[in-house]
């Protein structure tokens, strides 16, 4: 069982909007603001898409943002595409303990 | 630009120790802050961070693989190998490489390498 909470698919048409859910606790999470979010396709490696909870690395659509409510992060893809069919996981750091911490990811579905 | 590249055995036996090599370039593992990590993913599961080791030779292990990992660097040949002990078959995982952006966040990972455990 992962460390933090995703639900295990989520599903939009195109052009709409989804937010992705990561609840974890306040040990990770609600502690830091070092939450990242990577896209996965089929066979490929992740790929990072949001990174200190609501930054964008370079070269990633400003479709993709990033926020937090208190043990609960969120990946919002606005505009959906095709191309976002992907699963995507969520990660904190979780002290100095734990260090690291994945979710157990999330399908979206374009319909 | 950053890449690196996993190597290592596509088959292990069951009590049999793995070990891993990450190859990269881009970057050094003696300049502050860079850290390079493992993080693995059964078929069909979720990721499942491994270890990581940094620039200063400081390393962090998952707690629940402490007892199994080893992770090393050889700055000279930019190289990271992590070694894992007692394989069984629920290791069988694609097993990635991953720069360190900052934290817990990786940037740029390998194309990952599939080992199965099985007799």
């Known amino acids: 069982q992962s460390a933090l909470t995703q639900p295990a698919s989520v599903s939009g048409s195109p052009g709409q909007s989804i937010t992705i859910s990561c609840t974890g606790t306040?040990?990770?999470?609600?502690?830091?603001?070092?939450v990242s979010w990577y896209q996965q396709h089929p066979g490929k490696a992740p790929k990072l898409m949001i990174y200190?909870?609501?930054k964008r690395p370079s070269g990633v659509s400003n479709r993709f943002s990033g926020s937090k409510s208190g043990n609960t992060a969120s990946l919002t893809i606005s505009g959906l595409q095709a191309e976002d069919e992907a699963d995507y996981y969520c990660?904190?750091?979780?002290?100095?303990?734990?260090?690291?911490?994945f979710g157990g990811g999330t399908k979206l579905t374009v319909l | 630009q950053i890449t690196l590249k996993e190597s290592g055995p596509t088959l292990v036996k069951p009590t049999q120790t793995l070990t891993l090599t990450c190859t990269f370039s881009?970057?050094?593992?003696?300049?502050?802050?860079?850290?390079v990590g493992w993080i693995r993913q059964p078929p069909g599961k979720a990721l499942e961070w491994l270890a990581l080791?940094?620039?200063?030779?400081?390393?962090w292990y998952s707690p629940s693989l402490k007892s199994r990992l080893t992770i090393t660097k050889d700055t000279s040949k930019n190289q990271v190998v992590l070694t894992m002990s007692n394989m069984d078959p629920v290791d069988t995982a694609t097993y990635y490489c991953?720069?360190?952006?900052?934290?817990?966040?990786?940037?740029?990972w390998g194309q990952g390498t599939l080992v199965t455990v099985s007799s």
């Open positions: 080791i940094f620039w200063d030779d400081d390393k």
């Open positions: 990660c904190s750091y979780a002290g100095s303990r734990t260090f690291v911490v």
């Open positions: 991953a720069h360190r952006l900052s934290a817990a966040q990786f940037d740029y």
């Open positions: 200190e909870g609501s």
């Open positions: 306040s040990s990770d999470v609600g502690s830091y603001n070092l």
């Open positions: 881009g970057f050094s593992l003696s300049t502050s802050g860079v850290g």
